[in-house]
Structures are given as C-alpha cells and as structure tokens.
C-alpha cells in the first residue's frame, strides 16, 4: 500500500511522506477453549524532497507479535502477548539510540455484571 501522508512538524519526519506497509496475521483455535495467533507488521517510510533534507531519509518499522488465549474458567479467559518491534529513524536521535522494544502482558479480562430486577 503506497500513500501520502501530511505529517506536522512537530519531533519528526516533516512534510509529504510516502508509505508502504503490509500486514499479516493468523489465529488457529486448537480447542474451544484455546486459541494461538501471530501477525507481523512492516512499514517503510520516505520523506518527499524537502528544504531541511535534500537527501531524504528512508525510515522502517518492522513488528511481530504472538499471543496464546486460554479460557482459565466460563466468564474468565486470559490472554498472553509477547511483540518485538524493530524501528530505523535515522532523524530521531531517542530512537536511533535505542530501535528495539519488547512487550509483554497478560490480559485477564471479568465483567461485572448483575441481573436488573423490577
């Protein structure tokens, strides 16, 4: 997918950019009350020609993610994530110094809920 996008100039790539990306993902139910998914995530970004950068940088981002969801009991499942990101932005000193980032959590959501009575 390629398409302009407008940015503002705040901390960042400044002016038109071009985007490419694509996405991908899976989930597999092994059992009714187990499932397991993975997706992976690319995008490459370009600056068009601007006064600041004559030569204009090429950034990427690259991600994957895997989860496995569990129903621990009927009103109760949980859910585990584990995501690795991958990030080039040359022109942004906080995340050329560091580019990788892992992620975990664990999700276990519960609803409350009571009947309504007259």
Not at 89 to 116: C, G, H, K, L
């Amino acid at each position: 997918m390629r398409q302009p996008i407008i940015t503002p100039s705040l901390h960042g790539l400044i002016g038109a950019i071009h985007s490419n990306g694509a996405d991908a993902s899976v989930r597999w139910q092994r059992a009714r009350a187990r499932n397991a998914g993975a997706a992976v995530k690319v995008r490459d970004l370009q600056e068009s020609d601007s006064v600041l950068f004559p030569v204009s940088p090429r950034t990427h981002t690259v991600s994957g993610t895997v989860s496995v969801q569990r129903q621990v009991s009927e009103p109760l499942p949980a859910e585990l994530v584990y995501t690795r990101l991958h990030q080039s932005y040359n022109v942004i000193a906080e995340i050329s110094e560091a580019p990788d980032t892992n992620r975990e959590f664990i999700s276990v959501p519960y609803q409350f809920a009571r009947q309504r009575g007259r």
